[in-house]
């Protein structure tokens, strides 16, 4: 008789997209029995189905494995990340297109795309058009798709100075750094074993717990579940259409706000890569900016907000001022850490200010995004740290031109090489942006539309399709290539330019 830990040592021979394809049929599973449960039997078949063949073909491809002696190469479990946003979404729209019935195969898999990099965007905007056990598949797919990051930020991109580490590590982005000793002799795949150990019970546990409390503040248990593994994984994806039409209220908001933080920084959950060299939570840059961030933007909108209440006549309602400010406050951490979700409060908020569509501050906030290795997409707050201090260190070179830097390691690290390759980011991302614009742009999408699209596809929010401009996009209403380009840039927003172009380059896959 097989021993567990024999089992396990042979499952960890198994291609890494392969293990991910079987735990996305066993997933299946859970709308299935949510199906049943309600008597949507059709959707719960599709559901049930797919996930019986999806384990059948995991099976017989391990038995066929078997006995093989493992080739993980440096970029192999890049590559195999690569393919878990591209190919797999296809198997996971499988039961969404079976189960919905009404909707081509293309457009279910550019919604599982959406899902599975947590951006969030949905083609099936109109109210009713999908069922709860859609719903609940869609949010879970995000969910999922946060877990895989969560892990793959410390076990995979970490070691090959990506996703952001390239900011603080000493080694070439795509290269391991032989002088990091938290990644020397180290396997890849026990690496991976111990992240996914360490850090799935933490994510769990958080979405099971934010689901309690949100169905203690009076949203129901789809709504809440479906807002909670949002929130964690930053997919922004909502049965009801967001924060704004869930039941819990303001006091539900609140909750969800502070597990928002957890998008800011690793390091409120996890003290496992290099980011945490940097002394504690309340010394972490990425945390320390977010909150300025959140703190500031609201704060400079509320003063805008008084002033205009001044002038309607209404600078005695303290209610009103109260709504405003956390309107504000919540919809700031929300597109901040790419959730995307709004506040109820936050037409208030527009209203009494004047702002009828802010939707450049929205974008802004969006673009600069959330904390190395978190769920969070766009540019990331280390980077903007790093490119802040290196602007720092030019002005304090004009006055004193030979001034010597102070710091620690990391620190001065950022500064020598780390802001060099943060502003190479920032140029990559900008020409991605005006790539995506202008290819959207020439598929026949209106220029601003087109780069409303681009701003959400790489910054993984996809929310900002209806607030960012003055009316909703439809993605329904795109052609076939506008959707397929879209998708494509979902994917890159997700991986970021840096690590496709380690996955093209010949030199890293000889190495």
């Known amino acids: 008789m097989m021993r567990p830990s024999d089992l396990q040592d042979r499952m960890l021979q198994l291609p890494l997209f392969l293990l991910m394809f079987g735990a996305a049929s066993a997933f299946m599973l859970v709308p299935a029995i949510h199906g049943s449960v309600i008597r949507e039997l059709a959707t719960a ?30 970029l192999g479990p890049l590559m195999s990340l690569f393919a878990a946003f591209t190919v797999l979404p296809a198997f996971l729209a499988v039961p969404f297109h079976e189960g919905l019935g009404t909707t081509s195969f ?36 995000g969910w999922m798709g946060g877990l895989l990051m969560w892990i793959a930020a410390s076990a995979i991109l970490a070691p ?37 150990k360490a850090l799935v019970p933490i994510y769990t546990g958080l979405t099971i717990l934010l689901w309690i409390l949100l169905i203690v503040g009076g949203d129901r248990s789809l709504v809440a579940l479906c807002h909670a593994m949002s929130v964690m994984a930053t997919s922004g994806i909502s049965p009801v ?14 909750v969800m706000a502070l597990f928002m933080l957890f998008a800011l920084s690793r390091m409120t959950f996890s003290t496992d890569t290099v980011t945490s060299d940097s002394g504690g939570l309340l010394q972490d840059p990425e945390f320390r900016i977010g909150i300025a961030v ?23 309602s303290l209610v009103a001022a109260g709504q405003a400010l956390w309107g504000a406050v919540f919809t700031v951490l929300s597109f901040l850490s790419t959730t995307g979700f709004t506040s109820a409060y936050w037409e208030t908020s527009q209203n009494w200010s004047g702002l009828a569509t802010p939707g450049m501050i929205l974008m802004g906030l969006a673009l600069i995004g959330g904390g190395v290795a978190t769920t969070a997409g766009g540019v990331k707050l280390l980077r903007v740290f790093a490119l802040y201090q290196a602007g720092l260190r030019e002005m304090e070179k004009l006055v004193h031109p030979h001034s010597v830097s102070s710091g620690n390691t990391v620190g001065r690290r950022v500064l020598k090489g780390g802001a060099f390759i ?16 202008t290819v959207l742009a020439g598929l026949g999408v209106e220029f ?19 607030w960012a401009g003055d009316a909703p996009i439809r993605l329904q209403e795109l052609g076939p290539a506008a959707k397929s380009v879209f998708a494509a840039a979902m994917v890159l927003g997700r991986l970021e330019t840096l690590a496709i172009i380690a996955l093209l380059t010949p030199d890293l896959w000889r190495s």
Do not use: C
């Open 45 to 74: 078949r599709a559901f049930l189905y797919s996930a019986v063949l999806g384990l059948l073909l995991f099976a017989l491809i391990a038995l066929a494995h078997a006995g093989r002696s493992p080739r993980h190469g440096t």
């Open 106 to 141: 293309l457009n279910a898999y550019i919604e599982m795309v959406s899902s599975f990099t947590t951006t969030g965007a949905t083609l099936f905007d109109t109210p009713g058009r999908l069922n709860d056990t859609l719903n609940l598949w869609r949010a879970q797919v």
């Open 160 to 196: 090959l100075s990506l996703g952001g580490f390239e900011v603080t590590a000493r080694a070439e982005p795509g290269r391991y750094d032989e002088r990091n000793m938290r990644y020397r002799h180290v396997e890849g795949r026990a690496r991976l074993v111990k992240v996914f």
């Open 241 to 254: 259409g967001g924060a704004s039409g869930a039941g819990s209220g303001i006091g539900g908001e609140m």
């Open 294 to 316: 959140v703190l500031g933007v609201p704060f400079i909108l509320f003063l805008r907000h008084f002033l205009g209440a001044i002038d309607v006549g209404e600078q005695n």
């Open 422 to 437: 943060a502003w190479v980011f920032f140029m990559l991302f900008a020409m991605s942006l005006a790539l995506v614009t």
């Open 448 to 466: 601003e539309a087109a780069m409303t699209m681009a701003v959400a596809a790489l910054s993984t929010t996809g929310p900002l399709l209806e």
